[in-house]
């Protein structure tokens, strides 16, 4: 009997083939003691082979993926960035050493994109976050069909960028739309929301906060969820108010969640790119004809695609990873202090 | 017994991996298939051969019946068109895929104001047609702009954008203008500055809630395409900032720009397409590709009440090519499907069907628009106007940011003066310094 097993096992643990058995199978066998001792020291090699491959064969297809379309493209975008490199041209690179970043601290336009990045950011993630966090506390109630809640708080963050962002240029549309319509309702001026400096930047902001609200305020429920509720009960005995509660119980057992979510919606705002193209229609690249909505992911696109500069916008991609690693260096930072103080 | 399942649950697990696998490659395999290599790849129809088409907008092949027509000649082709909407998005594209020698489509339509790139950076990547037709049916000036300098052509012409203006008669007559086509024609000849006079006096009597024209850069790019000289010279030097042709339709684009008379909408943006709907403009540059687009935007609302004049000037605006990229597989079938297309023939079966005009003149004295196109715009000479704005047009040369640096132009120059209320020395400036960037100077 044992012998036709072998058979099948060997080819199968050798191949890798069979996952989630090879674990069981090697710990079985060292639960019986020796077994067999003509084949045992062939066997436990294999065994001790096994463990100690298998899970780096169970985890490499994500990082083969990850090499294959993260590392390489981001390494490649690299050596682009030091060369002069046209879209129309890409055989012919010529060494540009760091001419290309040189060319970026210098232009008006980088910096302008990376002062929208950052106001864009700030009035779109601010105002998200707090909304999410009212909204989650206000669903952490018992509501009647609160599940109906909860989808249709989803349901932003489930609809396309493209779609959604169509409707808002309508909603946005300096003439007939509905926004300035409702405007002209209380006396106020039509604003021409896509051209307006602060303007368009608000209704850019305002396309992100609609589609993510939903989503932080839902992980935001699962985490007050998560808060024991004799908590609340002995503030309640304290004699907390519903506020007192909020401020002094959910607040803090969310700080977790709260630097989770920041960090995810600071990367995401530092790459926003989708909504304020799409919000400018024709040359949406452009961000406006002062470049009042120009984010770097825009200024990234316009460069290499638009223009055909593919050095330069590598640069711009790199330069935004790299502010991506500083805010990450700084969330770290700020997140050991808290603890620390905690 | 036990060791037996153990047995046969491994050799399950085994088979059922082995079944993922040769899925996942299967899948692989006819992705490939789909991609690159076209022959016999599963269509099971004994050497039928899939020619695929790439274009951007609305070329109208399809439109006109016109891969249904070939298809029937040529029962052994099929034809799929694959469509990309804006040219911003469709040529870089192309131009990656070009140069990767993959993945590019039987055929390629290129839009003049890339054609000079093409013919600049990417020539080899292109059949030299010039062998494979009768050159002489083509304009003259069509076949220079796809003509390297050692004269290999690499796209035959589709269509060109001869000039006009589509105007609304019924708000001309409510502003107490002139509503003959004629006699409009007559009073703006010569020169786009007469053209905004008339605006002027539009606007004294204007319909409430409708402007004379659609936008400030649609009278720059008409006026432009008017010119002799435009952003290079011949031989590929930037000129743009002193450009006579440039300057000249600045200086319309700022008149029209700094006064009241135009509804400042952004070209082919949602809100342009609503003011054709809902008639809030009087007037808009009409090369004839936009004959389809306002009977498409404007609808039935429109019916009647646009007619056609002669433009200012003779003009041409847009048109496009077809190439095929050496990287195709069906070089022989893919050459003989862009003949039969841009051939005066079917040129005049799109012209028919969307107005797009024919770039080979023999076909002009064939040219019939539907008879509902006719009826759409009171009747107008169509065919007459845009031929004889199309016999006049001044040969002109394009450079390889020709794109870039009208987008500079139009929508950072013109709509920071005509939207934000800048000063034309500013718009010229802040367009001046956006050019500057797109040159990388």
Known sequence: MSSPKQALAQPASSADAAPGEQPGAAGRAHGRGTPDPGRSSWRSRLYRWDMKASPYAFISPFFIVFGAFSLVPLLYTAWYSLHNVQLANLDSQTWAGLDNYRNLLSSDFFWNSLWVTFTVGVISTVPQLLMALGLAHLLNYKLRGSTVWRVVMLTPYATSVAAATLVFVLLYSWDGGMINWILDFFGIDPVNWRESDWGSKFAVSSIVIWRWTGYNALIYLAAMQAIPSDLYESASLDGANRWQQFRHVTIPQLRPTILFTVVVSTIGATQLFGEPLLFGGVSGSKGGSEHQYQTLGLYMYDQGWIIGNLGKASAIAWTMFLILLIIGVIQMLISRRLRKSQ | ?441
Request: hydrophobic share 35%; with cysteine.
């Open chain 2, 1 to 441: 017994m036990r060791t037996s399942t153990r047995g046969s649950r491994r050799l399950m697990a085994l088979a059922a991996v082995a079944a993922l696998t040769t899925g996942l490659l299967a899948g692989c395999a006819e992705d490939s298939d789909d991609g690159s290599t076209n022959e016999g790849g599963g269509n099971g129809g004994g050497g039928r051969t899939t020619l695929t088409v790439g274009t951007f907008g609305t070329f109208g092949y399809k439109q006109a019946g016109l891969y249904d027509e070939y298809m029937k000649l040529n029962p052994d082709i099929t034809i799929k068109e694959n469509v990309t909407t804006r040219t911003d998005v469709y040529w870089p594209k192309v131009l990656t895929r070009l140069q990767a020698g993959a993945g590019t489509d039987d055929i390629q339509a290129i839009e003049v104001m890339n054609i000079t790139e093409a013919v600049q950076t990417q020539a080899d990547k292109f059949v030299d047609l010039g062998k494979e037709v009768d050159k002489s049916q083509w304009l003259d000036w069509k076949n220079a702009q796809a003509t390297t300098e050692d004269g290999k052509l690499i796209g035959l012409g589709t269509d060109i954008g001869p000039m006009a203006i589509c105007y609304r008669k019924d708000l001309f007559e409510k502003a107490g203008l002139e509503t003959d086509r004629a006699k409009l024609a007559e009073q703006w000849k010569g020169d786009w500055g007469k053209y905004v006079d008339l605006g002027k006096q539009y606007m004294k009597k204007a319909p409430s809630g409708t402007k004379f024209v659609d936008s400030a850069s649609s009278v720059y790019n008409a006026a432009l395409g008017g010119g002799t000289e435009r952003y290079y010279e011949k031989d590929g030097t930037v000129v743009w900032d002193e450009s006579d042709g440039v300057k000249k339709a600045w200086d319309v684009a700022m008149e029209v720009a700094t006064s009241d008379m135009s509804a400042k909408l952004k070209q082919f943006d949602k809100p342009w397409d609503q003011g054709y709907a809902n008639g809030t403009f009087a007037t808009v540059a009409c090369p004839a590709w936009m004959i389809g687009y306002i009977l498409e935007k404007s609808g039935d609302s429109g019916k009647g009440k646009w007619d056609v004049a002669a433009a200012p000037t003779a003009a041409n605006w847009g048109g496009s090519f077809l190439g095929v990229p050496t990287a195709s597989k069906h070089q022989k079938e893919a050459i003989a499907l862009a003949k039969w297309l841009t051939a005066p023939e079917q040129q005049a079966k799109v012209f028919a069907k969307q107005a797009s005009f024919p770039s080979t003149p023999s076909a002009y004295s064939t040219l019939k628009p539907a008879a509902a196109t006719t009826e759409y715009f009171s009747n107008a000479p169509i065919t007459q106007i845009f031929s004889d704005s199309a016999k006049t047009i001044p040969t002109q040369y394009f450079g390889i940011k020709d794109q870039a640096i009208n987008t500079a132009l139009t929508d950072i120059g013109i709509l920071q003066v005509e939207q934000k209320g800048k000063s034309p020395d500013q718009g010229w400036d802040a367009a001046a310094k956006e050019i500057k960037d797109v040159l990388g100077q």
